[in-house]
């Protein structure tokens, strides 16, 4: 599949590689290392590395610059999983490339994703993991996916200004497509989130937040 012209990023940089998105006005990942932030809130919140075994599934909306995927390709090692990721304005591979200029450690395994982002494939491999991602609106998307996820990291844009990532309608969708005893993720504690979360089935909690945040959100469906 080819990446289509007229649904791309709409992108102003911070400080010369921090992609903020003039469409969401919102910036991609926390200013403040979006690395470690992506290790506390979508790994330790999801219980990972320590669950991961072969096969295992994770799911993600809002694909980005790639980081948290490239942060699950060092945390997994040799451990052949699945990442399924759902986008819809992707970034070019200039961007995320200068993006990632400020996570050296994530850019030092990019290269094989990378290289296919630029030649259009949105399937992958990047080190023992198969990657995926799916181009078009996840409210359209995410109903038709065939599969059902171990782990999601939710990372849309702020609720308050990407609201139609974080819906009801939406987090039920999440909920189908979790398997028994799968878990969900995400750097906010917006009410109405966690609320259609909690009514979509999942065993909501609050837990610490990354860098000063005071709360993230994350839960398992029973
Ligand atoms: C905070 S960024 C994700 C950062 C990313 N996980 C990373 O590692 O760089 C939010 C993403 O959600 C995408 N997005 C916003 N609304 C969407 C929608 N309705 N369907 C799919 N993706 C959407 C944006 O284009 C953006 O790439």
Not at 81 to 94: C, G, L, Q, V, Y
Not at 144 to 166: H, I, T, V, Y
């Amino acid at each position: 599949m080819t990446l289509p012209d007229q649904s791309q990023a709409a992108l102003d940089w911070r400080d010369g590689s921090t992609p903020v998105s003039t469409r969401f006005d919102d910036p991609y990942f926390s200013l403040a290392n979006g690395l470690a932030e992506t290790r506390h809130v979508f790994l330790a919140g999801n219980g990972l590395p320590e669950r991961l075994c072969p096969g295992f599934q994770i799911a993600e909306l809002g694909f980005g610059t790639g980081l948290n995927l490239l942060a699950t390709a060092i945390a997994a090692g040799d451990v052949p999983i699945r990442f399924t990721s759902f986008e819809a304005f992707p970034m070019s591979a200039p961007e995320i490339a200068r993006a990632l200029t400020a996570f050296p450690e994530a850019l030092a395994v990019a290269a094989p994703f990378l290289e296919a982002w630029g030649q259009g494939r949105t399937r992958f491999s990047i080190g023992a993991i198969e990657a995926e991602v799916i181009l078009g609106d996840a409210r359209q998307t995410l109903p038709a996916w065939q599969g059902r996820a171990d782990a999601w990291f939710l990372d849309g844009f702020s609720p308050a200004k990407n609201p139609e990532l974080w819906g009801e309608d939406l987090m039920a969708e999440v909920a189908r497509h979790t398997a028994p005893g799968g878990t969900f993720a995400t750097y906010t504690a917006a009410g109405f989130v966690r609320r259609g979360l909690a009514a979509a089935g999942f065993a909501v909690e609050r837990a610490p937040g990354h860098a000063g945040k005071r709360h993230m959100s994350r839960g398992v469906k029973p």
